[in-house]
């Protein structure tokens, strides 16, 4: 946490990767653990930190569709140069959202969720606890934050408007 303010970076030569690599392992804040420079930034709070039990990092960083537009403000500001509009597991609230996006992801519809996992898309049964029943195992860490948001900030599945 300490680190957090200090932004120090020294010109390292390009053929010392070893002090290039020391270097970007003392500056790191593991973005979901300490950083959250994406969330603080947002001028829409459309990336917020939800604790997820069961992850190293207790805090996921989620992105909010519905509240972005992607102004590119947390790119701009990731220390890893990440694009958290486009990197982070995005809640979607709107169907037509989910459909136009290429974003891993989710959107609770009902009693089932879309889930967008790299090139494939799941339909699964979800429960009123937020339960996922037989979902594969490549979705285990994602159905774990499907399950905590549901059951735990149920407002940010709330519908927006169109």
């Given at each position: 946490?300490?680190?957090?303010?200090?932004?120090?970076?020294n010109?390292?030569?390009?053929?010392e990767?070893q002090?290039?690599?020391r270097q970007?392992?003392?500056r790191?804040?593991?973005?979901?653990?300490?950083c959250?420079?994406?969330?603080?930034?947002?001028?829409?709070r459309a990336?917020?930190a939800v604790?997820v039990?069961?992850?190293k990092?207790?805090?996921?960083t989620?992105?909010l569709d519905a509240f972005c537009?992607?102004?590119?403000n947390c790119?701009?500001?990731?220390?890893?140069?990440?694009r958290p509009?486009?990197d982070?597991?995005?809640?979607?609230?709107?169907?037509?959202?989910f459909d136009?996006?290429?974003n891993?992801?989710f959107l609770?519809e009902?009693?089932s969720?879309?889930?967008?996992?790299?090139e494939?898309?799941y339909e699964?049964?979800?429960d009123?606890?937020?339960?996922?029943?037989?979902?594969?195992?490549?979705?285990t860490?994602?159905?774990?934050?499907?399950t905590?948001?549901?059951?735990?900030?149920?407002y940010l599945l709330?519908?927006v408007?169109?």
């Open positions: 946490t300490a680190r957090k303010g200090a932004v120090v970076v010109i390292v030569k390009k053929h990767l002090a290039f690599v970007e392992g003392e790191c804040l593991q973005c979901n653990y300490v959250g420079k994406c969330v603080d930034v947002c001028p829409n990336n917020i604790a039990p069961g992850f990092d207790r805090f996921q989620l992105h537009n992607e102004c590119g790119a701009s500001f990731c220390p890893w140069q990440g509009y486009r982070k597991v995005t809640i979607f609230s709107l169907r037509q959202d136009n996006s290429s891993a992801g609770v009902g009693s969720v879309r889930v967008r996992h790299g494939k898309i699964l049964p979800i009123g606890a937020g339960r996922i029943a037989n979902a594969p195992p490549e979705l860490d994602l159905c774990r934050i499907i905590q948001v549901h059951a735990r900030h149920g709330s519908p408007g169109e």
